[in-house]
């Protein structure tokens, strides 16, 4: 059993190293390019979005909104053939997705695996993931704190970069907290510009676990709301989450 896990391993490693090999420096994320000891800041997950852009034309880039320090917040529009409205997305008759990372910003894992998830669609070998569906990607959610960088932010976590940044945005707020509220300039953005918008039919808010120990390297939830609807929530539990963990082993 060691050596059969051993040898997944190796593939896997090979097919990483290759990987790398095979794309050029601007279209490396910062985590591989640092062997895993850094995070990328705005200002580099901007230019890895903007080299994207030169080499895809299935990309659109827009802005959800704008944070309290001036940041643009990023949102990636991925379809085949591309689409710039929302009102384009209705006629194709696919159902839109929406994928944000960081709004937890010392939790940076969402942030680099969807840069790396929007190359390998658009220039490698995941294309085929267009085929049924429109992929709305947001990468750096809470954009202000995700640049106050400092060591020792995750002690708890294994294998966290050196420095990230902090869990609240730059007014204070946690943005995974102001749902009902609504106070953080990003909740707006997400609402007036993502979710009225483009009327996504899921969302998906990538967090690291912190603290506590589990059996699985992801694990996954559904929406805690109480007062939300029955049908989303069992759907998610009870056919959504099942298909997934069957595709993932
Ligand atoms: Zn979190």
């Known amino acids: 059993m060691k050596r059969i896990f051993t040898a997944i391993v190796l593939l896997i490693s090979t097919q ?3 990987q790398q090999k095979a794309w050029p420096e601007e279209l490396i ?8 000891q850094k995070t990328s800041t705005y200002a580099e997950v901007m230019s890895f979005i903007s080299a994207l852009e030169k080499k895809s034309d299935l990309l659109h880039l827009e802005y959800m909104g704008t944070s309290k320090e001036g940041k643009k917040i990023p949102m990636v529009i991925l379809a085949n053939p591309k689409i710039t409205t929302p009102a384009e997305a209705k006629a194709s008759g696919k159902p839109v997705l929406y994928i944000q990372g960081n709004i937890h910003s010392g939790e940076v894992e969402g942030k680099e ?3 790396q ?3 390998d669609i658009l220039l490698g070998d995941k294309k085929h993931l267009l ?4 992929l709305i990607f947001a990468p750096i959610y809470n954009t202000d704190s995700n640049d106050k960088m400092k060591q020792g932010r995750r002690p ?3 294998d966290s970069p050196v ?4 869990r609240s945005n730059s007014q204070g707020l946690d943005l995974n907290r102001d749902g009902i509220k609504m106070e953080a300039f990003e909740t707006a953005g997400l609402i007036q510009n993502v979710l009225l918008k483009w009327d996504p039919e899921m969302l998906v808010d990538l967090h690291t676990t912190n603290g506590t120990w589990h059996g ?15 049908a989303p929530y069992d759907y998610t539990w009870d056919v959504l989450f099942p298909e997934v963990d069957k595709k993932d082993r």
Do not use: L
């Open 156 to 158: 708890s976590q294994e």
């Open 113 to 115: 695996i969807v840069q």
């Open 163 to 166: 420095e990230v940044g902090i």
């Open 131 to 134: 085929d049924n569906q429109i």
């Open 117 to 119: 998830i929007m190359r």
């Open 29 to 36: 994320t910062v985590p591989v390019k640092s062997n895993y």
């Open 216 to 230: 699985y390297g992801i694990t996954y939830a559904p929406s805690y709301h109480y007062a939300g609807e029955k």
């Open 16 to 18: 990483i190293i290759a």
